[in-house]
């Protein structure tokens, strides 16, 4: 227990948490790369998509134009209304002349029918296509994909005027040119492949920006954050290097002021501290030589006591009783100056605790008013002056301010290797508000306890005497009324040596 108002030199650290996946460095990674690879592939994705409609649209104009103009050429040799020969002479013609393009073409007129390359029909196209083709003089085309394979189709209806052949009236000859557009896929496949693959450098070289500005970022942050370790270590003079005019360096700048800051208070609370511990153990020293004498004088005036009568026999007493009190108020000051000079030490001894326990009692006449319930065979290393002090200041206070009955229990703890003590009451218990602070030095309980002869520092001295063989003391109320006192001690201290 850290006495009340007392600064330690070095604050007792916390066990630093694991790095989660979820850190900064995660983080700034994970958006960096998430932000390159929207923007590669938004980036991509438009290219694509322009280069693609900018590689077929010129496609499908120089595929439209080349189809007219040799339909326009082919046609004039042909008569108003051509025969099965004119037409397969036509198609043949076409077929011929653009066979490096590999034109597949059919030609229908009525119901006669003529195709290239084995095409007989029409049944592979739309018959939105098909019914614009004969329905309106212009030239109509659509892409059409067939598994891997993608081709245009040109629809163009032949017009004339009077007796020659004009782009106004139908004229009932309509001409399907089907082209596979494999350069224009190939084409397209490298787009795609060319976007991949820069995507991938684009991911990379992100991920590489976003480790090194982590880099940077992390490197003040990690540096703060050791500070600050080590400030929570006690180390006040801990100062970080301010570098740059951004954030991060206001950020170390008021790291530096409020340390500043901090180190100058602790040192003054410090320097308080230490003048009051002084002070309040000078004055208990330099008490301790008047006090014995006025113990002296009052044991005879307590021997005199019987004999004196009225006002003298009560000054007698309240002088008596007030010098006890006075007494054992220094006796405790002193002791907690002990404590918080660092200067208690444990005398370690191998005891049977119930014997302990038990004589403690005996020393003190309480054997007729304690319950006992302490097995023998328990034993462990204490201090056997301190651990009279703590069961003394338990059982003591039980008795003065508890109900009866008051017991006494040792048993062995459940969880680990040591040993659980118990004093508890039947009395009114303890007021809620109180149970954080029993434990503090000079805190009572109530307006009754405030007017005892008890000085604040039993519990106080108690919990320290606890503390220093590395266990803990809890106060609790009863279910059925009265308060509990539980005392957990180990074995054997940790860390703890008779001293030689």
Same mark, same amino acid.
């Given at each position: 227990?850290?006495?009340?108002?007392?600064?330690?030199?070095?604050?007792?650290?916390?066990?630093?948490?694991?790095?989660?996946?979820?850190?900064?460095?995660?983080?700034?990674?994970?958006?960096?790369?998430?932000?390159?690879?929207?923007?590669?592939?938004?980036?991509?994705?438009?290219?694509?998509?322009?280069?693609?409609?900018?590689?077929?649209?010129?496609?499908?104009?120089?595929?439209?134009?080349?189809?007219?103009?040799?339909?326009?050429?082919?046609?004039?040799?042909?008569?108003?209304?051509?025969?099965?020969?004119?037409?397969?002479?036509?198609?043949?013609?076409?077929?011929?002349?653009?066979?490096?393009?590999?034109?597949?073409?059919?030609?229908?007129?009525?119901?006669?029918?003529?195709?290239?390359?084995?095409?007989?029909?029409?049944?592979?196209?739309?018959?939105?296509?098909?019914?614009?083709?004969?329905?309106?003089?212009?030239?109509?085309?659509?892409?059409?994909?067939?598994?891997?394979?993608?081709?245009?189709?040109?629809?163009?209806?032949?017009?004339?005027?009077?007796?020659?052949?004009?782009?106004?009236?139908?004229?009932?000859? *309509?001409?399907?040119?089907?082209?596979?557009?494999?350069?224009?896929?190939?084409?397209?496949?490298?787009?795609?492949?060319?976007?991949?693959?820069?995507?991938?450098?684009?991911?990379?070289?992100?991920?590489?920006?976003?480790?090194?500005?982590?880099?940077?970022?992390?490197?003040?942050?990690?540096?703060?954050?050791?500070?600050?370790?080590?400030?929570?270590?006690?180390?006040?003079?801990?100062?970080?290097?301010?570098?740059? *005019?951004?954030?991060?360096?206001?950020?170390?700048?008021?790291?530096?002021?409020?340390?500043?800051?901090?180190?100058?208070?602790?040192?003054?609370?410090?320097?308080?501290?230490?003048?009051?511990?002084?002070?309040?153990?000078?004055?208990?020293?330099?008490?301790?030589?008047?006090?014995?004498?006025?113990?002296?004088?009052?044991?005879?005036?307590?021997?005199?006591?019987?004999?004196?009568?009225?006002?003298?026999?009560?000054?007698?007493?309240?002088?008596?009783?007030?010098?006890?009190?006075?007494?054992?108020?220094?006796?405790?000051?002193?002791?907690?100056?002990?404590?918080?000079?660092?200067?208690?030490?444990?005398?370690?001894?191998?005891?049977?605790?119930?014997?302990?326990?038990?004589?403690?009692?005996?020393?003190?006449?309480?054997?007729?008013?304690?319950?006992?319930?302490?097995?023998?065979?328990?034993?462990?290393?204490?201090?056997?002056?301190?651990?009279?002090?703590?069961?003394?200041?338990?059982?003591?206070?039980?008795?003065?301010?508890?109900?009866?009955?008051?017991?006494?229990?040792?048993?062995?703890?459940?969880?680990?290797?040591?040993?659980?003590?118990?004093?508890?009451?039947?009395?009114?218990?303890?007021?809620?508000?109180?149970?954080?602070?029993?434990?503090?030095?000079?805190?009572?309980?109530?307006?009754?306890?405030?007017?005892?002869?008890?000085?604040?520092?039993?519990?106080?001295?108690?919990?320290?005497?606890?503390?220093?063989?590395?266990?803990?003391?809890?106060?609790?109320?009863?279910?059925?009324?009265?308060?509990?006192?539980?005392?957990?001690?180990?074995?054997?201290?940790?860390?703890?040596?008779?001293?030689?």
């Amino acid at each position: 227990m850290t006495p009340q108002g007392h600064i330690p030199k070095t604050a007792p650290r916390k066990r630093s948490r694991p790095r989660s996946l979820g850190g900064l460095r995660a983080r700034l990674l994970f958006s960096f790369v998430l932000v390159a690879a929207l923007s590669a592939l938004g980036t991509g994705a438009l290219t694509f998509q322009q280069a693609r409609t900018g590689v077929l649209q010129q496609s499908q104009d120089t595929v439209v134009n080349q189809f007219r103009q040799s339909v326009d050429a082919a046609v004039l040799e042909l008569p108003s209304a051509p025969g099965q020969e004119e037409l397969d002479s036509l198609v043949a013609r076409l077929a011929r002349e653009h066979q490096t393009q590999q034109w597949n073409v059919l030609a229908t007129y009525g119901d006669l029918r003529a195709a290239s390359s084995g095409l007989a029909s029409v049944d592979g196209l739309t018959s939105e296509l098909r019914a614009s083709v004969e329905t309106r003089p212009v030239a109509v085309f659509q892409r059409v994909r067939t598994g891997n394979h993608s081709s245009l189709v040109v629809g163009l209806p032949v017009t004339y005027s009077g007796d020659g052949y004009t782009a106004r009236t139908l004229s009932g000859l *309509t001409l399907y040119l089907i082209v596979p557009q494999k350069s224009e896929q190939a084409y397209v496949d490298a787009l795609v492949t060319a976007v991949e693959r820069a995507t991938l450098p684009a991911l990379g070289l992100a991920a590489l920006l976003a480790l090194l500005l982590a880099r940077g970022v992390l490197r003040p942050v990690r540096a703060l954050s050791k500070a600050t370790r080590r400030m929570a270590d006690g180390h006040f003079d801990v100062r970080l290097s301010v570098e740059g *005019t951004d954030e991060l360096a206001d950020l170390a700048q008021a790291f530096n002021d409020t340390a500043a800051a901090l180190e100058e208070s602790i040192t003054e609370l410090r320097r308080m501290e230490a003048g009051a511990r002084r002070f309040a153990a000078d004055i208990s020293h330099e008490l301790r030589t008047p006090l014995a004498a006025m113990t002296a004088v009052t044991d005879v005036l307590a021997e005199e006591t019987p004999g004196l009568v009225g006002d003298t026999a009560d000054a007698v007493r309240l002088i008596t009783e007030e010098t006890l009190r006075l007494a054992r108020l220094v006796d405790d000051l002193m002791e907690i100056s002990r404590f918080d000079a660092h200067a208690a030490e444990l005398n370690l001894d191998d005891l049977d605790l119930a014997e302990s326990l038990r004589r403690t009692l005996a020393i003190r006449g309480w054997p007729d008013d304690v319950r006992t319930d302490l097995p023998d065979g328990i034993r462990a290393r204490v201090d056997p002056r301190r651990l009279d002090v703590v069961v003394a200041n338990l059982v003591g206070n039980a008795l003065r301010h508890g109900g009866q009955p008051v017991t006494l229990t040792l048993r062995r703890a459940a969880d680990e290797p040591g040993v659980l003590i118990e004093v508890s009451d039947h009395g009114p218990g303890i007021p809620e508000s109180a149970l954080p602070h029993l434990f503090e030095r000079f805190y009572k309980a109530g307006p009754a306890r405030s007017r005892s002869e008890s000085s604040g520092l039993g519990l106080a001295i108690t919990a320290e005497n606890v503390h220093l063989h590395g266990g803990h003391i809890h106060a609790a109320n009863r279910p059925g009324g009265g308060a509990v006192f539980t005392v957990e001690l180990p074995l054997r201290p940790h860390g703890k040596e008779d001293p030689t």
